[in-house]
């Protein structure tokens, strides 16, 4: 069975608060977008082989941060099954391939 899901744009007027959560500092969130930038200003700076794969590898790197950061904040590792996966790419392979 499909479900479907509407959203109303007005939720992006709501008013938000951080009330209950904690404070993450910008820094630890923005560096993800910082490297996203640095992969794309590799790409740009030359065409061949090696501009690409150094911008493929700050990607990828770019990745690992962005889920490293996540697993902090929501701490994957504590509420992961006792049978699953240690290391952060395998966690999310597990918890993607759960039934939802």
Known sequence: ???????SK???????????GRFIPEGNFARAYEIWK?????LLSGDGEFHRAD??????RCLNQRLKFIEQVYNLRQIAL???PRDIWNIWKHL????R
């Open 38 to 42: 640095h992969a794309e200003r590799i």
């Open 82 to 84: 006792p049978n699953s």
């Open 10 to 20: 007005e939720v992006f007027d709501w008013y938000v608060s951080y009330e209950g």
């Open 1 to 7: 069975m499909e479900k479907k899901a509407w959203l």
């Open 55 to 60: 911008s493929i590898l700050t990607l990828k």
């Open 96 to 99: 993607m391939s759960l039934d």
